[in-house]
């Protein structure tokens, strides 16, 4: 599996699901992935307050997810003409975070990255 939603969250019939991770400390203190990092980088955006929705969390988990498939996953024999994408998406990877953005939805909707992809 890809992504695990263990302690996602959802609104399920009007009230909100969620896992309380502050009273679970023990895994802000996990180490050896980076999904571990970014549990501490959004208890420290939400002020472990995890019933909110925070839409930042999306850019969080939308690096970590580029970060596997850029530099942790072996691919067949590359085909040189993906050597350009491959490029932009590791651009990509390295503005999420280190750009502006407060969630996924403006940062697809206001980078260049994704302009083939708007409709209108």
Same mark, same amino acid.
């Given at each position: 599996t890809i992504i695990d939603f263990t302690v996602s969250r959802l609104c399920h019939e009007?009230?909100? =699901? !969620? =896992?309380?991770?502050?009273?679970?400390?023990?895994?802000?203190?996990?180490?050896?992935?980076?999904?571990?990092?970014?549990? $501490?980088?959004?208890?420290?955006?939400?002020?472990?307050?995890?019933?909110?929705? *925070?839409?930042?969390?999306?850019?969080?988990?939308? *690096? !970590?997810?580029?970060?596997?498939?850029?530099?942790?996953?072996?691919?067949? $024999?590359?085909d040189p003409d993906s050597q350009p994408v491959e490029s932009e998406l590791r651009a990509l990877y390295d503005i999420i975070l280190a750009g502006d953005y407060k969630s996924a939805t403006q940062l697809v909707s206001s980078s260049f990255y994704f302009d083939s992809c708007r409709i209108g």
């Open positions: 009007g009230n909100i =699901v !969620y =896992v309380d991770m502050s009273e679970s400390p023990e895994i802000f203190e996990c180490e050896g992935d980076y999904q571990f990092d970014i549990y $501490r980088i959004m208890r420290d955006n939400n002020g472990n307050d995890w019933r909110p929705f *925070h839409p930042i969390s999306n850019l969080y988990w939308l *690096h !970590y997810l580029m970060g596997k498939l850029l530099n942790e996953t072996s691919y067949p $024999r590359r």
